[in-house]
């Protein structure tokens, strides 16, 4: 099984910047599909973002155009958030899906946004 690891998580205030990455053990094109997901205290994990093995992307409604996925050729995906709210607060996983539908997921970094 191929492992997924977060990072980038921390603290920034309302109206930052963080940049989140997910490292594959091995080639991101084992996925047909990789998302990052989220999870706030007390709520359901629910999808942020996600991107097919073809690039075409989509986005929750809650960060359209604040919020922007990408990976690189190689075992790298990533999360840009800008104008961050308090609201984007989470746990954010990275996940994946084989072509074989066996789903895959990160450990999780903590994003906290807060004056």
């Known amino acids: 099984q191929v492992q997924l690891v977060e990072s980038g998580g921390g603290l920034v205030q309302p109206g930052g910047s963080l940049t989140l990455s997910c490292t594959a053990s091995?080639?991101?094109?084992?996925?047909?599909?990789m998302d990052w997901y989220r999870q706030a205290p007390g709520k359901q994990r629910e999808l942020v973002a996600g991107?097919?093995?073809?690039?075409?992307k989509n986005y929750a409604d809650a960060v359209k155009g604040r919020f922007t996925i990408s990976r690189d050729n190689a075992r790298n995906m990533y999360l840009q958030m800008n104008s961050l709210k308090p609201e984007d607060t989470a746990v954010y996983y990275c996940?994946?899906?084989?072509?074989?539908?066996?789903?895959?997921w990160g450990q999780g970094t903590q994003v906290t946004v807060s004056s």
């Open positions: 991107i097919t093995i073809a690039g075409l």
């Open positions: 996940h994946g899906r084989t072509p074989r539908n066996s789903e895959n």
């Open positions: 091995a080639s991101i094109f084992s996925f047909v599909v």
